[in-house]
């Protein structure tokens, strides 16, 4: 943490990593209120209340007014508790520009515990010049700090990734995922909502046969837990996520395991694999760390353990590796040799195939 904290204070001002795609960008955030559900971290009778980012291709010519990366409440919150000043980061994506016409498919991403829905910018700028929407969520009262439109910066009841005393007991795991649970099956209804209504950003846009979910860490968990239960979701990314052995049950969905300094296999980790009846792929980069997968890799670049490869070799890889996957499982493409085959380009990514020769990989 010190040396994330000297390397972003080094610096006034950031660009984050530009997209690989064809298309602009835009992103806008939609405040969504479950009608049907009670806050569950607070009482009374308040609905439960989420944001939800959204990053997708823009509309070609459209007017372009440049995104900030955060809320300013919120990245005045981090510097707080960093106890640093941090950098005014300049975006790629456009605010609130119109979306280019077509339907596109979807990844509902569910960001790390006490994380926030913006932690993985270069992935979602990434995938959405590729021809994907992503709506990230913000896990309400979990993420660090949630700004809501009416003026409320609300912090996590659990504590932040970014000062000591938070909880990481069992108890505080099992609440939280459940309710994260219920915020993405939400979501996931939302999408179909937010594609039939007129007066949406993205009526008509959304392929809602075309859903997949992401997860980072903590995350990694409700994505996979999601892809289990949620018939509407058809393929799952766990980006060094956490497994349990309660949570893994037998799917033919398609999934991705995407791990950061994995030296071995641990019995929750093998357990998933044998339980992968369907496409499976598992790729480890060597020598990183667990934020590596994370805008840390460029905000505080030279902080992060990237192995051999350069920070932004590590970028490419994240971005390379995942679009790989969807495009093979969310847009039915062959699958590329990337996934299954060692690459000379990204040395330091160990790949597994699907091939029933690795069921007991140790």
Not at 5 to 23: E, F, H, K, L, Q
Not at 290 to 307: I, Y
Not at 333 to 341: G, I, K, Q, S, Y
């Amino acid at each position: 943490m010190a040396a994330v904290r000297a390397a972003v204070a080094s610096v006034t001002r950031v660009a984050a990593p530009a997209p690989s795609g064809p298309n602009g960008v835009g992103t806008r955030v939609l405040d969504l209120v479950d009608t049907d559900r009670v806050e569950p971290f607070q009482s009374g009778d308040a609905r439960r209340e989420l944001l939800v980012r959204f990053w997708y291709p823009r509309a070609i010519k459209s007017e372009c007014r440049p995104a900030p990366y955060s809320d300013p409440a919120v990245w005045n919150y981090f510097s707080k508790l960093l106890n640093v000043p941090l950098p005014v980061v300049r975006t790629n994506s456009c605010l609130a520009a119109p979306i280019l016409e077509g339907a596109w498919p979807v990844v509902v991403f569910t960001h790390g515990y006490t994380g926030t829905f913006t932690d993985y910018t270069f992935l979602f700028e990434d995938l959405a010049s590729r021809g994907y929407i992503v709506a990230s969520v913000d896990h309400t009262y979990e993420a660090a700090a949630v700004a809501l439109p009416d003026g409320r910066l609300v912090k996590s009841v659990f504590g932040s990734p970014f000062s000591d005393g938070g909880r990481a007991d069992s108890e505080a795991f099992m609440s939280a995922e459940a309710v994260r649970l219920r915020d993405v099956h939400f979501v996931v209804d939302e999408l179909a909502r937010l594609n039939a209504r007129p007066d949406s950003p993205f009526a008509g846009r959304i392929d809602t046969a075309s859903i997949a979910i992401a997860g980072h860490s903590f995350g990694g968990l409700t994505a996979l837990e999601a892809v289990q239960q949620d018939a509407r979701i058809r393929a799952a990314v766990l980006i060094d996520g956490v497994v349990t052995e309660e949570a893994v049950h037998a799917t033919e969905k398609p999934v991705l395991i995407l791990d950061a300094g994995r030296v071995r296999w641990d019995d929750e980790k093998r357990h998933l694999w044998n339980k992968l009846e369907g496409p499976r792929y598992a790729v480890n980069l060597k020598d990183a760390e667990h934020v590596t997968p994370t805008d840390a890799v460029w905000l505080a670049s030279g902080a992060v353990r990237t192995g051999h490869m350069s920070p932004e070799n590590t970028v490419a890889a994240v971005r390379e590796y995942v679009a790989a996957f969807l495009e093979a499982h969310l847009l039915g493409r062959p699958p590329v040799p990337l996934l299954t085959e060692p690459s000379m380009r990204y040395p330091d990514a160990e790949v597994s195939g699907p091939s029933p020769l690795v069921r007991s990989v140790q």
